[in-house]
């Protein structure tokens, strides 16, 4: 059966046509399919043509769809993939708007990757870690991660560390000098920081246990727990506070000392 343009429409929307063949609406084709396939009326086409310009209107949607999901933000390949799945474009389809947007460097996960580290290193008060976790989470390639991380400020790193390392110090300030110290490292850690670069940021601070302080605390510390625990006999009341004071990081000799006084008045 022979395939005739009998019609080629405009639609309301721009840009965009309505083909007709054999006097019956096939679908509707891009302003650039209609010029990539020379597309007139009375024009005779095979079958084989008619899949291609059904193929490539729909790489055409597909890449529409993308330009306006890369609109709000840059996107790595694997979300621009995951998107068109969404929407239920064949794999064929999502691999050659892929392919096409790389080639016009409308998609780059380099940059992307570059992009994001930068971005997290400024505003997001997160470490190398915790950055190429959410990299390899957008499915960013190992080695453009690492090539991306190339360009990892450092020095940014160490004053972003110090404001940090400060802030928890103050926040941890009922604690001993020994969990204060381990309670801000680890809450580095779990930002994705270097115990290294967290060590470096600690040596700069040099904070100073205040011995005044740490015996306030002590006290407080132990004047809760000596109350938690005022149904047991002394000697099982002491050994219980003096386990829970030494879990907290305070010196035995300092804990034996408050224990001595909190007993005889």
Same mark, same amino acid.
């Given at each position: ?36 396939f ?8 095979s ?5 291609q ?9 597909a ?92 020095q ?8 940090l ?17 381990? $309670?801000? &490292? @680890?809450? #580095?850690?779990i930002k =994705?920081?270097?115990?290294?670069s *967290? %060590?470096? !940021? /600690?040596?700069? +601070? ?33 050994? $219980?506070? &003096? @386990?829970? #004071?030494?879990?907290? =990081?305070?010196?035995?000799?300092? *804990? %034996?000392? !408050? /224990?001595?006084? +909190?007993t005889?008045?």
């Open positions: 059966m022979k395939l005739i343009i009998t019609s080629i429409e405009a639609q309301k929307r721009p840009h965009r046509f309505n083909l007709y063949l054999n006097q019956t609406f096939a679908f509707g084709i891009s302003e650039d399919t209609l010029i990539s020379q597309l007139h009326k009375g024009q005779t086409i079958q084989k043509v008619l899949e310009i059904r193929n490539d209107e729909q790489i055409n949607q890449y529409q769809a993308s330009l306006n999901y890369l609109t709000y933000r840059m996107r790595s390949s694997a979300e621009v993939k995951k998107k068109l799945r969404s929407k239920d474009y064949p794999d064929d389809i999502i691999s050659a708007t892929i392919s096409k947007l790389k080639q016009q460097n409308l998609l780059n996960d380099y940059q992307f990757a570059l992009a994001y580290l930068k971005t997290m290193q400024r505003t997001a008060s997160k470490g190398p870690y915790e950055i190429k976790k959410k990299l390899q989470e957008k499915r960013i390639p190992p080695e453009l991660i690492e090539k991306a991380f190339n360009e990892y400020d450092l940014n790193e160490q004053e972003l560390l110090v404001k390392v400060e802030k928890y110090l103050t926040h941890y300030q009922n604690c001993s000098f020994k969990e204060k110290i381990t $309670k801000t &490292k @680890q809450r #580095l850690m =994705g920081f270097t115990s290294t *967290i %060590d470096a !940021a /600690l040596v700069k +601070i040099s904070p100073d246990e205040d011995p005044e302080q740490e015996t306030q605390v002590l006290q407080k510390l132990l004047s809760k727990t000596w109350q938690r625990y005022n149904s047991l006999p002394v000697a099982k009341r002491k050994q $219980k506070a &003096k @386990q829970f #004071l030494f879990r907290k =990081g305070f010196p035995l000799e300092k *804990i %034996d000392q !408050a /224990l001595i006084e +909190i005889e008045n």
